[in-house]
């Protein structure tokens, strides 16, 4: 086991580094100057070159690539328009000379929202993706069953912005059954936070779970009548325990490399619900910086997304490496 994890950290690393490098050839690849956006529209040529120099843009490709992975191990300082000196702490993911602030404080600011949007839509995921396919598995051909694969498959169909407006409306404007969307801190009110951040968790949640669902099905269908399920039926164990402890077991692997997968997809999703809701996360800064042709913004969401999906990929590896000693070898 500890040869497969040494294994995994170092691909992990591997295609931090190469996803990194890709990121930063996006900076320098976009039409746009860097320079000339930070230094603003009045500025002449001279100052132009001044604030490029001052960004250390003048340097050589390879050097500016290794000034930045050194920032994003031990920080770096970085020269603001005027030349004027800014620490930039570990990890410098750059300075947003939109924003006027480094880049990991922006995202710093407006992480919590995407990281409580993200974590209540998963537990959606769980509970009406994983636990409707495991009903519906349990009750193969019946009425249950054809109504839980229904909603999967309207989920599956169904679009992040029109049902996030449709059941804005029903659920808030026209009956005001829940609240209008807002994210007040965890720390500061966690009945506010909930309330706030309920719909777009089911609106999140209740699209992605649809893949959850069907696999959840089929694998807990092709698993209970494997030979060491019926041997356990054989033995005595009831069928709903024996269906718990042995088949639910066997069906988890391909479930826990999707969640690692579904990381990435919920920060996609994240993306389009905040902004339908008006939420103020990553997702809203993302696109500002986009709009804004805010290069080391975009830079660092891209690598902050980019980071948690090979994080949580690599973890979901080690899961099923240790749910299934087979994978191990390979």
Not at 179 to 193: C, E, H, M
């Amino acid at each position: 086991m500890t040869g497969y994890l040494l294994r995994r950290v170092l691909q992990a690393a591997a295609v931090l580094l190469a996803i990194t490098a890709a990121a930063f050839g996006l900076f320098h690849a976009a039409p746009t100057d860097p320079a000339l956006i930070a230094c603003g529209p009045k500025c002449d040529t001279g100052q132009v070159e001044a604030v490029r120099a001052s960004m250390g843009l003048d340097q050589p490709l390879a050097a500016q690539f290794l000034d930045y992975l050194g920032g994003l191990v031990s920080g770096r300082t970085i020269a603001d328009v005027d030349g004027s000196a800014i620490h930039c702490s570990a990890p410098c993911l750059g300075y947003s000379y939109t924003l006027h602030q480094p880049v990991l404080d922006a995202i710093g600011d407006r992480l919590p929202v995407t990281l409580s949007l993200a974590g209540g839509a998963l537990a959606v995921i769980l509970v009406i993706g994983v636990g409707g396919g495991l009903v519906a598995a349990l009750r193969r051909g019946t009425a249950t069953d054809r109504l839980l694969s229904g909603f999967s498959l309207i989920g599956a169909s169904v679009q992040i912005y029109f049902l996030g407006y449709v059941l804005q409306y029903l659920l808030v404007y026209s009956t005001g059954l829940l609240p209008l969307p807002d994210f007040v801190p965890l720390t500061d009110d966690p009945g506010r936070w909930a309330a706030g951040l309920l719909l777009p968790w089911l609106v999140l949640g209740f699209v992605n779970a649809a893949v959850f669902a069907r696999l959840t099905r089929s694998q807990m269908l092709e698993t209970m009548h494997d030979g060491y399920v019926r041997t356990a039926r054989a033995k005595g164990l009831g069928t709903l325990h024996a269906h718990l402890k042995y088949t639910a077991r066997g069906a988890a692997a391909p479930l826990v490399q999707l969640l690692g997968l579904e990381v990435g997809a919920l920060f996609g999703g994240a993306f389009i619900t905040e902004t339908v809701f008006g939420l103020g996360g990553v997702g809203t800064l993302a696109v500002d910086a986009v709009t804004g042709n805010d290069l080391p913004t975009v830079v660092g969401t891209v690598l902050l997304a980019a980071f948690f999906v090979v994080v949580f990929v690599a973890v979901a590896d080690l899961v099923v490496a240790w749910l299934d000693p087979r994978v191990r070898l390979t």
